[in-house]
């Protein structure tokens, strides 16, 4: 059914499953303070908002769906995973906030779907979701501020107010530690496919991985200088994300890495 597609935020399996046993109930408390904080946005456009939690599931990975009956049922699903990477709490707002984004981040949607393509719901990500949610007082006692940091800093010529600037800060914080960690989790398949070419390997897992640019931890001082020639549907290069963070956090255009605008 078109309706029902399922938007991925990564796609890999890892090898083992981490046995690192907190976290479960630090995402639920996430979860629900999120939900609490969006549920009136769904109300208003006459959604219901589904969360659910794939707790044993291994991959690093998180969903958006509608419904496959009801358009109106829009469901965030999030992996166990994104738990036992050691990411912090600033960190795993990030794929939240992005798969909320799918949802609510409008133009450029994926073809014959009601969901934002990808670097469009990171946009939103960057520029609603998560400075909305570190002005919230669940947020603002959680994490240390991020001040004499280059995240500070990039915000600190933009916003005047403190808890403007804070809340940029650390929804550039949070969202570059994100995009780190994804890239050094697939890192090594990535070097594996460069060392052994001829290998035998699921192809389409290849062809996932081969989008990817392997050669540099992405930054935000190291942008993305590829310019596409259509809107890209699919995920953007971890550098090319960041900077759409950096572009969504600072009100600035969205980065021709992954988005043409119409003629
Ligand atoms: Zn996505």
């Known amino acids: 059914m078109k309706s029902f597609i399922a938007i991925f935020t990564l796609f890999f399996a890892t090898s083992v499953l981490a046995n690192l046993p907190a976290g479960r109930e630090k995402l639920n408390t996430i979860l629900d ?15 219901r908002l589904v969360v659910r939690t794939g707790w044993k599931k291994d991959e690093l990975n998180a969903y958006a769906n509608v419904g496959a009956f009801s358009e109106r049922k829009r469901i965030v699903s999030i ?25 609510f ?21 960057a520029q609603v979701c998560l400075p909305r949610l570190f002005k919230t007082e669940f947020a603002e006692n959680l994490f240390p501020a991020p001040v004499d940091s280059i995240y500070y800093r990039k915000c ?7 808890l403007d600037r804070q809340a940029c800060a650390r929804t ?12 050094e989790a697939i890192r090594p ?9 001829s290998e035998r390997r699921n192809t389409e897992e290849v062809r ?15 942008p993305d200088l590829n310019i596409i020639e259509r809107t890209r549907y699919d995920h953007p290069a ?8 950096l572009a969504g956090v600072l009100g600035e255009p969205r980065p021709a890495c992954w988005y043409k605008a119409d003629p």
Not at 35 to 47: A, H, Y
Not at 172 to 183: D, K, N, T, W, Y
Request: charged share 25%; hydrophobic share 30%.
């Open 172 to 183: 550039l914080r949070g969202g570059v530690q994100f995009q780190q960690a994804l890239f």
């Open 189 to 197: 398949s990535l070097e594996s496919i460069k060392a052994k070419p």
């Open 156 to 162: 600190e010529t933009k916003y005047s107010s403190e």
């Open 105 to 125: 981040a409008g133009q450029p949607l994926y073809p014959d779907s009601r969901l934002s393509v990808e670097g469009q719901a990171d946009y939103w990500a």
């Open 208 to 222: 996932w991985l081969q989008k990817y640019d392997a050669s540099h931890t992405p930054l935000l001082t190291t």
């Open 33 to 47: 303070k999120v939900e609490r904080e969006f549920t009136p946005d769904f109300q208003k456009k006459g959604w």
């Open 238 to 245: 971890h550098q090319c994300r960041v900077d759409t963070l």
């Open 79 to 103: 992996n166990g995973e994104m738990m036992r990477r050691n990411l912090s709490e600033e960190a795993i707002l990030w794929p939240i906030c992005h798969e909320l984004g799918h949802h």
